[in-house]
């Protein structure tokens, strides 16, 4: 995509400083999101800002300025569609998820330009000078249960799986207790586990078996399942808040956002969305600072 004069010079928006290699991640992103936007017009496929991008795209018409990755939401029909297709569409991408790889521990898709830092010619052309791995992260959303009792239920299953799940992560388990465990849950979901493969990687494919369990003519609400379950009543939305999109200003392009953006966003961040508030993310910022570290570490340098 054409950048606007300038646009990858460092500068303050908010009273926050965004360094030059800042703004070429954030045209580095936009190209994965003109990419993923491409695939997802081909295919009829619905896509909607969220999180920090939801809240940048609305206050700010672009990033957060203090912000470093992108997020988009798909519907799980959407999202199944997707990850299928884009596998073998998107050339030069890799689709990242419990299904593609083994160490993946979470329950949604990263799609991100490679695995391995570049300074290939065409690559940095295409990614506006931007050598590190870069992407966008796909949220699928599930529908919720029809009535609040059955709800409880379905959630208290799933954070039996979770729990599990997290105590294999941890590493701080008796081997006998995990087995015993797995057996209890085989027979609870009538599932059968190979235990010549990764248990943990099992169990997630089932939690997100059990996210999908309800459909939309089941129900009228949707959520980001893993964080329902928490549980945060707030992450359950009307499903008529993502029965469309609207395209809205994004620095040099536009998003699609949820048409009930305006109630996502006060359930997510409160009344009061539209005041700036320079707060960290769930990782360390800027996100390339650790890839930085990794790359020249290999090279023996220190920084």
């Not at 999101?33 to 009829?44: F, G, Q, T």
């Not at 248990?199 to 089932?206: A, G, M, P, W, Y």
């Not at 459909?215 to 808040?241: F, N, Q």
Request: hydrophobic letters at 35%; a negative charge.
């Amino acid at each position: 995509m054409q950048l606007p004069k300038g646009f990858l010079e460092g500068e303050i928006r908010e009273g926050f400083y965004v360094e030059s290699m800042m703004k070429r991640v954030w045209a580095a992103q936009i190209e994965v999101l003109h990419d993923v936007d491409y695939i997802c017009r081909k295919h009829n496929i619905q896509y909607f800002a969220d999180w920090g991008t939801l809240l940048g795209a609305v206050r700010h018409k672009g990033f957060i300025p203090w912000d470093d990755d992108m997020d988009i939401t798909m519907k799980r029909p959407d999202y199944i569609k997707f990850c299928e297709i884009a596998s073998h569409e998107m050339k030069g991408y890799d689709i990242v998820n419990i299904h593609t790889d083994l160490g993946w521990d979470m329950l949604i898709t990263r799609i991100v330009n490679g695995k391995v830092i570049s300074y290939n010619i065409d690559r940095m052309e295409k990614y506006h000078g931007c050598p590190w791995v870069i992407g966008l992260d796909i949220f699928p959303l599930d529908y919720v249960a029809p009535t609040d009792e059955e709800d409880e239920y379905h959630c208290q299953l799933q954070r039996i799986v979770e729990v599990f799940a997290n105590t294999l992560e941890s590493g701080e388990h008796d081997e006998e207790k995990i087995r015993e465990t797995a057996l209890k849950i085989e027979e609870m979901f009538n599932v059968k586990f190979d235990y010549e493969k990764p248990l943990s990687t099992q169990l997630l494919k089932l939690a997100e078996r059990l996210s999908m369990m309800y459909t939309e003519e089941e129900s009228d609400k949707l959520a980001l399942m893993p964080d329902h379950i928490g549980p945060r009543p707030l992450d359950v939305y009307p499903k008529e808040y993502y029965s469309d999109t609207i395209d809205v200003p994004f620095e040099y392009t536009t998003i699609p956002v949820p048409v009930g953006y305006d109630a996502i966003l006060r359930q997510k961040y409160g009344d009061d969305y539209m005041q700036p508030r320079i707060g960290g993310g769930s990782h360390q910022y800027p996100f390339y600072m650790k890839q930085k570290r990794e790359y020249y570490g290999q090279l023996g340098i220190k920084i």
